[in-house]
């Protein structure tokens, strides 16, 4: 798999309904971030996550990270019509760039 | 809020010629970047600026391409001959920085076609 790779590639669901993405990396990293991106838009800083950190919220978000398994995961509660978006995690890493996966689709059906 | 904002929102060109893309990072930002997103395609990184010089750079991001920041608020994209292949979403981002990478902020980014 690669660096920074997002699962389920694309997710379908009711709004009111709580949706999770995964996101699973390779190497040691200083931080993670998430980021949405509307169809044919720029990207939105969601959260970042430090690498000494377990979990965060913002919000409807929380976010975890487990550097053990060296995965992420991005649940959003409640969700509405326009959480519909693409959700990406990037890896910050030690001496490299800065590393997008292939994003998650999310449609959240009124 | 401040935001990083980007110069033009849609670009046509023909294949072989110049074309530059403007950026205006965060005023106290200390980090630039450019990243580009083919259609249906994965963010990918070219390169990250700091102290008026490359700090990276990734294999995309070869000879025809080069950054420069002419003055105290903007930050350029080159493409000195494009081709096909350049046709992209071209974004730039830039953070506060420091010894760990701070959150990038995003602008809503430029669509390049080449024809």
């Known amino acids: 798999s690669q660096q920074g790779e997002e699962d389920p590639q694309a997710l379908s669901i009711q709004e009111g309904e709580n949706a999770t993405m995964n996101c699973s990396y390779k190497?040691?990293?200083?931080?993670l971030q998430w980021y949405r991106q509307n169809s044919g838009r720029g990207l939105v800083h969601l959260i970042l996550?430090?690498?000494?950190?377990r979990e965060k919220h913002s919000g409807r978000l929380r976010v975890t990270l487990d550097t053990s398994k060296k995965s992420s995961s991005l649940l959003i509660t409640a969700s509405r019509a326009a959480d519909t978006a693409s959700y990406f995690c990037?890896?910050?890493?030690?001496?490299?760039?800065?590393?997008f996966g292939p994003g998650t689709r999310l449609s959240v059906l009124p | 809020e401040p935001e990083v904002t980007q110069t033009p929102s849609h670009q046509v060109t023909q294949m072989g010629q110049e074309v530059i893309l403007r950026c205006v990072p965060i005023s106290n930002h200390l980090y630039f970047y450019w990243y580009r997103q083919i259609l249906g395609q994965k963010v990918e990184f070219l390169v990250s600026f700091y102290n008026n010089e490359i700090s990276e750079k990734s294999e995309i991001f070869d000879d025809q391409f080069s950054v420069e920041r002419p003055d105290g608020s903007n930050f350029t994209l080159k493409i000195r001959s494009t081709k096909l292949e350049d046709s992209a979403m071209y974004f730039c981002a830039s953070s506060s920085g420091g010894v760990v990478r701070e959150t990038q902020y995003f602008g809503p980014g430029t669509r390049l076609l080449v024809l």
């Open positions: 190497t040691s990293i200083n931080n």
């Open positions: 990037a890896t910050d890493l030690y001496g490299q760039n800065f590393v």
């Open positions: 996550i430090r690498s000494n950190e």
